[in-house]
T-cell receptor, first 115, second 112 residues
Framework: GAVVSQHPSRVICKSGTSVKIECRSL??????MFWYRQFPKKSLMLMAT?????????EQGVEKDKFLINHASLTLSTLTVTSAHPEDSSFYIC???????????FGPGTRLTVL | AQTVTQSQPEMSVQEAETVTLSCTYD???????LFWYKQPPSRQMILVIR????KQQNATENRFSVNFQKAAKSFSLKISDSQLGDTAMYFC?????????WGAGTKLIIKP
């Protein structure tokens, strides 16, 4: 099956610093990648959708200047949390999709802790 | 707005029993897709089963099957011969407007 990797799996940073999370589709080319945030015992909350080579589309309430998304190639998308604050601490999950309709393949997630 | 509702926050059954997780959805589209995803303690999201709305036949995948009632907009998941490894959060999702709409999830515990 299709594999999506995420790196790092865990990151701890100081308040005010920036953190980059990478999402890669390992054995397929992803036309669209998604970034989710998941709070404890909650469902996935879509943050943004990105298509290769174009600007990401952010969901309402998500600060695009704080959560920078770059989808530079068909196999790589990055999420940068800028000037991180403790309230940004969460579990971040990326997923990738091939084509306009179809299942999404998920990365293993990244646990971000901001001190 | 499209919505997906899972009314059972938590369920528990004995190993080897059958369990059914409920899901209802609301959509204005004629052709759509429905999914059940599993999130075990590792937190890796895993696709369990998918159903295309235009197909009348219920999807099955080994011990997992769905009861898709299109008119009632119901999409329940049945797990037969439940195993300890089935312990996880289960999310129902509908595909709408090029993105997945998620239910709140059901925590399923399989007891030995």
């Amino acid at each position: 099956g299709a594999v999506v990797s995420q790196h790092p799996s865990r990151v701890i940073c100081k308040s005010g610093t920036s953190v980059k999370i990478e999402c890669r589709s390992l054995d397929f080319q992803a036309t669209t990648m998604f970034w989710y945030r998941q709070f404890p015992k909650k469902s996935l909350m879509l943050m943004a959708t990105s298509n290769e080579g174009s600007k990401a589309t952010y969901e309402q309430g998500v600060e695009k200047d704080k959560f920078l998304i770059n989808h530079a190639s068909l196999t790589l998308s990055t999420l940068t949390v800028t000037s991180a604050h403790p309230e940004d601490s969460s579990f971040y999950i990326c997923s990738a999709r091939v084509g306009g309709i179809g299942e999404q393949f998920f990365g293993p997630g990244t646990r971000l802790t901001v001190l | 707005a499209q919505t997906v509702t899972q009314s059972q926050p938590e369920m528990s059954v004995q190993e080897a029993e059958t369990v059914t997780l409920s899901c209802t959805y609301d959509t204005s589209e004629n052709n759509y897709y429905l999914f059940w995803y599993k999130q075990p303690p590792s937190r890796q999201m895993i696709l369990v089963i998918r159903q295309e709305a235009y197909k009348q036949q219920n999807a099955t995948e080994n011990r997992f099957s769905v009861n898709f009632q299109k008119a009632a907009k119901s999409f329940s998941l049945k797990i037969s011969d439940s195993q300890l490894g089935d312990t996880a959060m289960y999310f129902c999702a509908s595909y709408s407007n090029y993105q997945l709409i998620w239910g709140a999830g059901t925590k399923l515990i399989i007891k030995p």
